[in-house]
Structure formats: structure tokens, C-alpha cells
């Protein structure tokens, strides 16, 4: 796996829009906040264009992503929000020139088919995190927002060569072990109605001795069911090291939608997950939430479900 190099102060960092659209308020916040990490932001075309519910034709996305990456003045690319279309953009990548221009690459939600194929078919680490618009970085009127864990977090990975350390919840928030064990490999994943949507592709997620991590985002129950239980018929659990649970945020805990009688998330997780019998640990706050941490897709974490650490 390619480890690209940390982004310092002063670099120029592309933002870049691979999915839905946004406002121009929104991007001018997103250079603010670029600016106020202490980047040199540089705005793509996909940051003003639409088309319906994406931000430009296919041709376009793609082309921002290809001349970022081919750019070598460019240092990183910072997504400025998900959305939907991401998935439009994978035939349409450069990943042999892509993986000969190794930089940092960030984002979650849609992004995360972006964050597949770079994993596995450029061989190289991207991040998991808040994207250029994210309200983490900077307020309504443009000042900086001290979130410091988030910041924290963005710093330690984006910023610092070889960063290793334990990676702990925001305070007042607890993991939940549903599984104990121990277990190693690369950290994947993400939103999980993208990951079901590699499903059966050349794109297709590959699970084989890596941890899995998982979040959602404005699902019903008896959906996170059925693209779990697609996750486990496509083998995905059984070929796993373990598997993280994030946010599942503005989803029903409780057995709500028809009429009442959809299953609680948990009792999703014990009979959807637990039966394959790898370590899985609930409740990191990464997801669609904020604080937010950053992960590092493709780097490999010791997960000890049993005392809920994580370590990198």
C-alpha cells in the first residue's frame, strides 16, 4: 500500500465536488476553511457546475479527479461533499497514472466508492473524514471552528509522516463490544449503501484479511438489514478480519417503519453479524456526526474488540 506524502502548511490542495452539487455559499466556505487549515485551496470546475442531482456531466467529474491527482503542484484533494454519483465516475478514472501520482486523498459518504478503487486499484491509502464544506472547519460567517477533536484527529493523519496511536471517541462516548476477539489488517469501508453498490462490479469491495468498518446515514431498519445480509450472502463477513461500527446517524435504533414492526438495530447487528464470530466493535463516532475522526483506509489497525481499542 502507498502511503502518500503528509500535507504541511502552504500546499495547495484541489477541492473538488465528485457527487451532488452545492451553493456557492458552500464553496466559498470550503476555501475559507482551507485557508484556515493553512492550505492554498484551488477550486475545480465540479465546485460550480450541475447537472440535475450531480455536479456536472461524468466527463467532468472524472477529469477533476484525473488532473488533480496528474497535477504534481497539487499535494492533496479534499472532496467537498458526498452526496450521490460517485459511482458514475469509476470507469472513468486514470488508475495507472493515478497510482503513479500518490497524494492525499479525503472524504466519506459517496466518496467512499472513490476510497475502494484507490484502495485496490491504485494501492493507495486514502482518508476518511469531514470534507472541505464540512461544518467542523469553519462557521456560517467563515471563522475558524475550534473542534478540536476533529481537528486533532485531521492533523494527525493528514499532516504527520507515519502517524500511529490509539484512536478514542469523542468524551461521553463509549464503544459497545459485540464480539470480543483480537484482530489485524487494513482498515476499509465506509457508507454502507456504497459498498453494497460494488457489489458484482469490477469494483467490487474486497474484504479478503482486512477490518471492515461500516456506517449509515437516513435508512430505515429493514434497508440496513437487507444491504448487511447482501454484504454477508457476498461472503464479505466471512472473508473479514473484523468489523467497526460507526455512526448510524438519523436512523431508528428502535423497531420503527412498517407500522412499527421493523427489528431494532441491534438485534440487526447480533443476528445479521455475530454468527460469523469476528471481533466487531460498535459505536465509533465516525460517520455522518460531528466530531468526526479521520481513518486511514489501507493502513493496518490492531483491533482488540474485547478491551475497545484501536490502534494504528
Known amino acids: 500500500m ?34 484556515v487549515l493553512g492550505f492554498e485551496p484551488v477550486m475545480y470546475p465540479s465546485c460550480y457546475a450541475y447537472h440535475g442531482h450531480l455536479s456536472g456531466s461524468d466527463a467532468l467529474r472524472a477529469k477533476d479527479i484525473n488532473d488533480a491527482f496528474l497535477d504534481d503542484r497539487i499535494k492533496g484533494i479534499i472532496c467537498l461533499k458526498g452526496g450521490s454519483g460517485a459511482t458514475r465516475l469509476l470507469k472513468l478514472l486514470d488508475y495507472e497514472q493515478i497510482a503513479k501520482h500518490p497524494k492525499v486523498f479525503m472524504g466519506f459518504s459517496d466518496i467512499t466508492a ?17 470534507m472541505a464544506s464540512s461544518d467542523v472547519f469553519v462557521d456560517e460567517d467563515h471563522a475558524c471552528y475550534q473542534d478540536m477533536y476533529t481537528l486533532e484527529s485531521f492533523r494527525a493523519n493528514l499532516m504527520t509522516l507515519g502517524f500511529k496511536g490509539i484512536l478514542k471517541n469523542p ?9 470480543p476477539g483480537k484482530c489485524s489488517g487494513e482498515l476499509i469501508g465506509g457508507n454502507l449503501s456504497l459498498l453494497i453498490s460494488t457489489l458484482g462490479s469490477p469494483y467490487e469491495l474486497d474484504t479478503k484479511g482486512k477490518v471492515l468498518f461500516i456506517e449509515e446515514v437516513s435508512e430505515p431498519n429493514y434497508k440496513i438489514d437487507k444491504m448487511l445480509t447482501a454484504l454477508a450472502l457476498a461472503g464479505k463477513f466471512n472473508d473479514c478480519e473484523g468489523i467497526i461500527l460507526g455512526t448510524f446517524s438519523d436512523c431508528n435504533p428502535e423497531s420503527k417503519g412498517y407500522g412499527g414492526t421493523d427489528l431494532d438495530l441491534d438485534t440487526i447487528f447480533r443476528e445479521v453479524l455475530m454468527p460469523f464470530g469476528k471481533p466487531i466493535l460498535a459505536n465509533l463516532r465516525a460517520g455522518h456526526n460531528f466530531p468526526q475522526p479521520t481513518l486511514a483506509f489501507g493502513k493496518v489497525i490492531h483491533l482488540d474488540a474485547t478491551e475497545q481499542i484501536i490502534e494504528f
Not at 503528509?6 to 485557508?35: F, I, W, Y
Not at 472513490?114 to 469531514?130: E, R, S, Y
Not at 468524551?171 to 464480539?179: K, R
Open 2 to 35: 502507498q502511503f502518500p506524502n503528509p500535507l504541511k502548511k502552504g500546499d495547495q490542495v484541489a477541492v473538488l465536488c465528485p457527487s451532488t452539487p452545492t451553493n456557492e455559499m458552500r464553496v466559498h466556505k470550503a476555501e475559507a476553511a482551507m485557508k
Open 114 to 130: 472513490l476510497h475502494i478503487v484507490l484502495n485496490q486499484k491504485c494501492d493507495l491509502a486514502t482518508f476518511h473524514g469531514p
Open 171 to 179: 468524551i461521553g462516548e463509549d464503544f459497545i463490544t459485540l464480539v
